[in-house]
């Protein structure tokens, strides 16, 4: 009866590009970051812009329980705040 031995080979450590560093995730997370935060300021300022239309209908207005004073202000708002 015979032994075989095998040895033991460590795994190739990977390329110094993939491995995961504190400053590539942050990198990817502002990648992730910049376009969802660009598109919820569209989208602020869409409502506004709608809101805006809506002050000239007093029915609509109560409906969503806003007055009018308060819709335009609300719609003058910049889209970044």
Same mark, same amino acid.
């Given at each position: 009866m015979s032994i075989t031995v095998i040895p033991f080979v460590r795994p190739a450590s990977p390329p110094r590009q993939a491995r995961q560093s504190p400053r590539w995730s942050l990198l990817l997370a502002v990648i992730v970051a910049v376009p969802v935060a660009i598109a919820a300021c569209f989208e602020r300022r869409r409502q506004r812009e709608r809101l805006g239309e809506l002050a000239e209908d007093k029915r /609509? /207005?109560?409906?969503?329980?806003?007055?009018?004073?308060q819709a335009l202000y609300e719609g003058a708002k910049p889209f970044w705040r």
């Open positions: /609509l /207005l109560k409906d969503i329980g806003l007055t009018r004073e």
